[in-house]
């Protein structure tokens, strides 16, 4: 099954992807994951990254496609993906669809107040990219990853002026995503608000 989770920032699409992942056994596909391990590893990319990822601005497209068309060219993409992140311009989606034929593209409803909560209170372990919240899914002992016992960190972008700028370019590059499916007959939207276990429900429901 090949899937795309499209939603703001914040709304939860890493989150859901991980519990999919295991249950479908399809690999998930994260751009920003992709971007942030090119950084951690010094590579050239992620030295062209860096700055654009602390602002919350978009990669430009073809440094973006060609890394998806890579990544979608591995062995384990042929059973199935979760594209988490990708496409978010109408050029990466016209692109995808020279790739790859998409069968759901899951739409992560959500509001903006719930948007702002998570973000700020998100925490990550930099090695691993385990994800937490201060509140809604906390560590074991507090600022410090359950299985590595490295310390937790805040993203960059998790600062309140790389958030908002996040949830501009996603109004003005990324929504327009949704009528673009939505024509395509493709999009199923998914109530992102509730606990990740009832939107894991959901998504089976709604995903054949
Ligand atoms: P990326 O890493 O994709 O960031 P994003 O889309 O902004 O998504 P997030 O990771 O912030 O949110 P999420 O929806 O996955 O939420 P999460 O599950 O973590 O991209 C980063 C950057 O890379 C971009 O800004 C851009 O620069 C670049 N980039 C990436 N893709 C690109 C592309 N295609 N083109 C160009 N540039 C690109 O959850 C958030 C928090 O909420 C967590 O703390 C979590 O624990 C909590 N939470 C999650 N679900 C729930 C729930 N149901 N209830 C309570 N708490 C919850």
Do not use: W
Not at 22 to 30: C, G, L, N, Q
Not at 36 to 48: F, H, P, S, V, Y
């Amino acid at each position: 099954m090949n899937l795309i989770f499209l939603g703001p920032p914040g709304a939860g699409k890493g989150t859901i992807a991980a519990i999919v992942k295991d249950a479908y056994k399809i690999p998930h596909i994260s751009t920003g994951d992709l971007f942030r391990a090119n950084i951690k590893n010094e590579t050239e990319l992620g030295k062209m990254v860096k700055e654009i990822l602390a602002s919350g601005n978009l990669v430009p497209d073809e440094v973006t496609i060609k890394m998806v068309e890579n990544r979608l060219g591995e062995s384990d993409a042929k059973s199935g993906y979760i594209l988490d992140g990708f496409p978010r311009t109408i050029a990466q989606a016209d692109a995808l669809s020279q790739m790859s034929l998409v069968d759901h593209v899951i739409n992560f409803v959500i509001d903006r107040e719930t948007i702002l909560k998570r973000l700020s209170g998100r925490r990550v372990c930099k090695s691993t990219g385990r994800t937490y919240h201060i509140l809604y899914n906390p560590p074991k002992v507090e600022g410090i990853d359950d299985e590595t016992g490295e310390p937790l960190i805040q993203r960059d972008d998790d600062k309140e002026e790389a958030i908002l700028n996040r949830l501009d370019v996603y109004e003005k590059s990324t929504a327009p995503l949704i009528n673009y499916y939505k024509e395509k007959g493709l999009l199923i939207d998914l109530d992102a608000s509730k606990s990740p276990e009832e939107i894991f429900e959901e998504f089976k429901k709604v995903v054949k």
